[in-house]
Structures are given as structure tokens and as C-alpha cells.
T-cell receptor, first 115, second 112 residues
Framework: NAGVTQTPKFRVLKTGQSMTLLCAQDMNHEYMYWYRQDPGMGLRLIHYSVGEGTTAKGEVPDGYNVSRLKKQNFLLGLESAAPSQTSVYFC??????????????FGPGTRLTVL | GQQVMQIPQYQHVQEGEDFTTYCNSSTTLSNIQWYKQRPGGHPVFLIQLVKSGEVKKQKRLTFQFGEAKKNSSLHITATQTTDVGTYFCAGNSGGSNYKLTFGKGTLLTVNP
């Protein structure tokens, strides 16, 4: 099992460009998440999904869109990149345990720089 | 919304010294999880605490969940250079909320 994979690993964009980050998991997990990590800010939730075809906003959703067309994939889109979106992006997935959160498994991250 | 505060932000110790990081939630938690992130790596799950007053040990690591289920701590005895990294607590309020709210983490560095 590969677990959670993310592509690309690194990317440099110019302001205004668009891109899509891909997350894939092979653990048949229901829930998937996108976080951003900035120095001193910890992990902040951007968007999440509780199942195929569903998405929801997290703590910092502005400037991002997501889609979950297939259970194993969760895409994060930046329509018009801004320097403030320079960050490390982590995808995570977890099982549906019912009434409380289960362990989250993280991908290796994507380091994005917006010039 | 739910907030999870974690202190200290940084801790530098000599190898062999003990280390503790503390986590406090603004609301009562259903469970709390701890993760470790090595420099340049991704967060990796360490443990989950569910019960009030729960204490769990993993070798030199001791995790506690407060009686009121609003605070938690991670204590490392006799640190080693392999303990270097950022330790995050993450709280979950349960119910229909499956999300975790992460603390900002404590960066531990160890001087050999």
C-alpha cells in the first residue's frame, strides 16, 4: 500500500496562475482533508470531504476549490494564485469511525511557492 | 469555534533531559490525538486518548488526558536526538464533527 500520495512535490507559480494539487489514497478511507502549513501557524484545514461527491469548507477556504469525484482522489485547485498562498500543503485521509475522529494519515506534502 | 492552544512553541534541551508539551482546548473534547512531524517530513500519528484522566505510555513517551477532557500533555523522558521534531496535539469534539483542530505545535530540538 502506498498510503496517501500527493503530486506534485514542488511547484513554483507566478501570481495569477492556476494549478491543481492531486491527492490519492489507497486505504478506502471515507474522509479526506487538505491542510496548509505555515511557519508558526501549525496545520490549518482548508477543505475536507466526508465521502465521494461531497466537500465542505474548513478554517481557511478562501482562494481554493476542491473536488472529490472518486473516493480515492481529492483535488485542491488554486484558480488565481497569490503570494499569500505560498505554503506547504498536506493531504490527509481517515476512516469513518462513527461519532468521533479517527487517525489521520498524511501525504508527503507539496511545497508551493507563488512569486 | 474550537481552539486548541499548545505551549511552548519551541523547546531546546540537552540530550538526556526531559521534555513536556502542553495542550489546552477551549471546549470539552471527545478525544485528543498526538502527531509528530520530523523536519522536512509529514505529521505521523502517535496516539489517541479518549477517556477522562487517561494515561498512556509508549517507551519514553507518556501521554495524559485531563479529567475535564480539555487539556493534555506529552512528556518525553531522557530525550534522544531521534526525538527531534514538531509535536502536535489535535482535538476532536465528537458528535457529527469528524474534523481535528490542531495546536500550533512544539518544536523540540536536542543538543547531543
Amino acid at each position: 500500500n502506498a498510503g496517501v500520495t500527493q503530486t506534485p512535490k514542488f511547484r513554483v507559480l507566478k501570481t495569477g496562475q492556476s494549478m491543481t494539487l492531486l491527492c490519492a489514497q489507497d486505504m478506502n478511507h471515507e474522509y479526506m482533508y487538505w491542510y496548509r502549513q505555515d511557519p508558526g501557524m501549525g496545520l490549518r484545514l482548508i477543505h475536507y470531504s466526508v465521502g465521494e461527491g461531497t466537500t465542505a469548507k474548513g478554517e481557511v477556504p478562501d482562494g481554493y476549490n476542491v473536488s472529490r469525484l472518486k473516493k480515492q482522489n481529492f483535488l485542491l485547485g488554486l484558480e488565481s494564485a497569490a503570494p499569500s498562498q505560498t505554503s506547504v500543503y498536506f493531504c490527509a485521509s481517515s476512516r469513518n469511525r462513527g461519532t468521533s475522529a479517527d487517525t489521520q494519515y498524511f501525504g508527503p506534502g507539496t511545497r508551493l511557492t507563488v512569486l | 469555534g474550537q481552539q486548541v492552544m499548545q505551549i511552548p512553541q519551541y523547546q531546546h534541551v540537552q540530550e538526556g533531559e526531559d521534555f513536556t508539551t502542553y495542550c489546552n482546548s477551549s471546549t470539552t473534547l471527545s478525544n485528543i490525538q498526538w502527531y509528530k512531524q520530523r523536519p522536512g517530513g509529514h505529521p505521523v500519528f502517535l496516539i489517541q486518548l479518549v477517556k477522562s484522566g487517561e494515561v498512556k505510555k509508549q517507551k519514553r513517551l507518556t501521554f495524559q488526558f485531563g479529567e475535564a477532557k480539555k487539556n493534555s500533555s506529552l512528556h518525553i523522558t531522557a530525550t534522544q536526538t531521534t526525538d527531534v521534531g514538531t509535536y502536535f496535539c489535535a482535538g476532536n469534539s465528537g458528535g457529527s464533527n469528524y474534523k481535528l483542530t490542531f495546536g500550533k505545535g512544539t518544536l523540540l530540538t536536542v543538543n547531543p
